[in-house]
């Protein structure tokens, strides 16, 4: 999962609301072949720290710190 939003609509909520849509519609629409191992995940750069709490407020926990095209990364899921 992965989201973008134009800097003049940051801190307006937006980005947290459509998370939580697409989380909701990924639920209802996507069929997990063994749902003790599907995970929804999401990789963020350690300085985007919006978008770090966003994952929080949507429920993603931090499981990894590591390394994406050379760049730092933390991976996270739910």
Known sequence: MGWVLATRVHGKG??????????????ENIKRADSALGR???IIHPEHTRS???AEKCGFK???RTTYKG???ILFGQ
Not at 14 to 27: F, H, I, P, S, T
């Open 40 to 42: 929804t995940v999401c």
């Open 62 to 64: 931090e499981l990894l």
């Open 14 to 27: 937006y980005a947290k609301e459509a998370v939580r849509a697409a989380l909701a519609w990924g639920d």
């Open 52 to 54: 770090i709490r966003v």
């Open 71 to 73: 760049e730092p990364t």
